[in-house]
């Protein structure tokens, strides 16, 4: 096939070839993609001229334009095009594996399969949150069901200025140094638009949370991608100082991490915070999962650290808090100047989350004690262990459970990607997992080293029978695939 460009010449990076006979032929490797996923390429001048390249002429543009708007792997068709002097590209195309959210979430919906590809509980949630939204929602008082401010409700404030309190013993004024957003996503949204400026460069943690990129690219910062490494996904001092140059302004940390349920240590901790600080960078801390840490484990604020106060907004979700995913009620706390800074720009964007839930939440946090905290991560922690022994008898590696709502097992001994053990295990075991290249970079030069093509990912966050039901399907006969 012919790939042709809308400028005479092509914009990638060229490899000379000394082929073609005087021609001047050289051959090159270009991404096929959907047209927005160029323009972001071109924004992170992955094409020195700034020059877009056009797929209107691709057999495969209606198929990309398709897929629009899914999360994608990585990159996967490429053409191997060279040129010749009428300004045509000879292309030779190389189909690489490939994955996406609407394959995966199908394969979770086909009948008899136990879901566990994503992260949402199948119980109804916190009861006192559930009980004091219906309260609100039937309450005469129509400020209930009217617009909050821009911060958030007075009630929700203060209840979080009780919970930082007695969960942390740490001060946190409620007029000044916390705000309300509609969702986690609003809020990391918000953030990066109101505190990256363009060209700033920002220190992700990979893998991530599929958002952080995006959100990154809109506010025109350009991504600089930390690999953690299987087995433990620890953050390690040389990695990160490696990362950092002159143009970098914030680094991103989540604990308890999604996907991987590594938990943050103390000296981890202490490896961020003492780069932060030695080259000013903002810290933002996505510690929704918070209240799920398991065994042993303690969920420590990267924020209570000497001298990151000032340079550190977190974020909180009673998405995850209360297992109500459905509620889009998260909040960030911070220091004033960044706080108030992140209130202007959620101004613009929703306003204001949904107001009787924001007076339900308030309700939640302070019947919240710390023993109640844990009967949900107790729950998930058993769910993590069982379904980890399952998981080990057939074949696969369990790594570091720690936290969070998921598990991360290598299928390599299987014989299959990890794509491919996730359509295997669907289809023949009735369970339904995700590969975790989904959660990388679309750079990633070495995934056959670190075995990102084999890891998958399980949720638990489930009642225990859902897990129960999954361990006796892997575990029946074949429990591994026949290669």
């Not at 990159?75 to 040129?83: A, E, G, S, Y």
């Not at 960078?281 to 650290?305: G, P, Q």
């Not at 308030?362 to 998981?391: I, M, P, R, T």
């Not at 590969?435 to 949720?459: C, H, M, Q, W």
Request: include cysteine; hydrophobic fraction near 35%.
């Amino acid at each position: 096939m012919v790939c042709r460009v809308r400028n005479q010449h092509c914009n990638a990076q060229h490899m000379k070839t000394g082929e073609g006979k005087g021609e001047g032929m050289e051959e090159v490797r270009v991404e096929e993609m959907e047209e927005a996923r160029v323009e972001e390429m071109v924004e992170a001048r992955v094409f020195p001229d700034k020059r877009q390249h056009s797929l209107h002429n691709s057999p495969r543009t209606e198929d990309i334009r398709h897929h629009t708007g899914t999360m994608r792997q990585e990159c996967r068709h490429w053409h191997t095009c060279r040129h010749t002097k009428e300004g045509k590209m000879e292309v030779k195309e190389e189909v690489k594996e490939e994955v996406s959210w609407e394959e995966i979430i199908a394969l979770g919906q086909e009948d008899g399969v136990t879901d566990l590809s994503q992260g949402y509980p199948d119980f109804p949630g916190d009861e006192v949150a559930r009980t004091l939204a219906a309260e609100h929602v039937l309450s005469q008082n129509y400020g209930s069901n009217q617009y909050a401010p821009i911060n958030g409700v007075k009630e929700l404030r203060e209840a979080l200025q009780r919970f930082y309190k007695r969960f942390y013993n740490v001060d946190v004024d409620a007029e000044k140094e916390v705000t309300v957003v509609t969702s986690g996503t609003e809020g990391l949204y918000v953030a990066k638009q109101t505190l990256l400026d363009e060209g700033d460069e920002v220190v992700i943690f990979e893998p991530f949370f599929p958002w952080y990129l995006p959100h990154t690219q809109q506010a025109k910062a350009t991504p600089k991608l930390v690999r953690l490494k299987a087995p433990d996904f620890r953050i390690t001092r040389d990695a990160l100082e490696a990362a950092v140059t002159p143009q970098t302004k914030m680094i991103v940390l989540n604990s308890p991490h999604n996907p991987t349920g590594h938990v943050l240590s103390r000296e981890e901790l202490e490896i961020v915070a003492d780069i932060a600080k030695t080259n000013d960078l903002i810290v933002l801390s996505d510690e929704v999962y918070e209240t799920v840490v398991f065994d042993e484990k303690e969920h420590l604020r990267i924020a209570d650290i000497d001298g990151m106060f000032e340079r550190t907004i977190t974020l909180g979700s009673a998405s995850k808090m209360f297992s109500l995913t459905g509620w889009r009620v998260a909040w960030w706390s911070g220091p004033e100047h960044l706080i108030k800074k992140i209130q202007g720009k959620h101004k613009y964007c929703s306003y204001c989350a949904p107001t009787p839930l924001q007076h339900a939440v308030a309700g939640a946090l302070d019947a919240l004690q710390v023993h109640k905290a844990k009967e949900v991560a107790q729950l998930f922690q058993n769910n993590a262990h069982k379904l980890a022994s399952a998981l080990e008898k057939c074949g696969l590696d369990v790594y570091a459970i720690e936290g969070g709502y998921f598990v991360i097992a290598d299928a390599s001994k299987t014989g299959l990607t990890a794509l491919e053990y996730c359509r295997w295990v669907a289809k023949t075991k009735k369970v339904a997992c995700v590969p975790l290249s989904i959660f990388y970079g679309p750079s990633s030069t070495s995934d056959k080293e670190d075995n990102v093509r084999s890891l998958v990912r399980f949720a638990i966050c489930k009642v225990e029978s859902t897990i129960d039901e999954a361990c006796e399907k892997l575990l029946a006969a074949p429990t591994t695939p026949n290669k």
